[in-house]
């Protein structure tokens, strides 16, 4: 299988391809670069493994939430890739692929929480929670927008842990969801090779989309996106 994931959703930039497995990244620290830097990354990993466009099996793409215009360069990007190409999307939640980075880096034991907080700005958080299933996270309520006050974990874990920059605002939660928490990793920002590895096992289970309907999650209502065919 071989399969492209890029994201755009928050401050890094970053593209991986995975052949059979075997995963190859680019990432980079860069709030403002990321139209500038990702197909350059792209480019990069095709000619590093000496694939065409053409060989790839799939896209997949860091959905959101995340920085809107972020998420929209990843889109797009992956909508007029899919639409070439005529090769199926898988869409992968940008929190969920922060949850599976905490699994791999936290030591969260078998059914362990990981609760991932981003900064959704106008003082609000983009909030997920998940379980640690066999060695991928498992969402265990919906993903929802609200303030830091508002937030609460789902009951039935083996613990919880906290993910993502979003956690700077601990002090705001509530004291039930704060004191659950026995550590926090404020410090992860989304990678591609994490969305590759959670669309590699979609894929496997036919969860794609066309290009069409390769679409950005914002979860505020107020946003609109308009798909690349019917600009």
């Known amino acids: 299988m071989k399969l492209l994931a890029l994201d755009t959703s928050s401050e890094g930039c970053s593209a991986a391809l995975l052949v059979d497995g075997d ?7 860069a709030p403002r670069g990321h139209t500038r830097l990702l197909m350059p990354m792209v480019r990069e990993l095709l000619a590093e493994k000496n694939l065409a466009p053409a060989e790839l099996d799939a896209l997949a793409f860091a959905r959101g939430p995340g920085s809107f215009t972020g998420v929209r360069i990843a889109t797009g990007v992956v909508q ?10 898988v869409p992968v939640s940008s929190l969920e692929a922060v949850a599976l980075g905490a699994i791999d880096s936290m030591d969260i034991p078998e059914n362990g929480g990981i609760a991932v907080a981003f900064d959704a700005r106008m003082g609000e958080l983009y909030w997920g929670c998940f379980a640690a299933r066999s060695g991928l996270p498992v969402a265990l309520a919906p993903e929802q927008v609200c303030p830091p006050e508002a937030v609460s974990l789902p009951a039935a874990t083996e613990g919880w842990c906290g993910a993502g920059p979003g956690w700077q605002y601990r002090s705001a939660m509530p004291v039930e969801v704060s004191e659950s928490v026995d550590n926090v990793d404020e410090t992860l920002v989304l990678r591609a090779a994490w969305v590759a590895r959670l669309a590699a096992n979609a894929y496997e289970q036919g969860k794609t989309v066309s290009a069409e309907q390769a679409q950005p999650v914002y979860i505020r209502d107020e946003v609109a996106w308009k798909k690349l065919p019917g600009r």
Not at 23 to 29: D, P, Y
């Open 23 to 29: 995963i190859s990244e680019r990432f980079e620290l």
């Open 80 to 89: 007029g890739l899919a639409w070439g190409l005529d090769i199926p999307v």
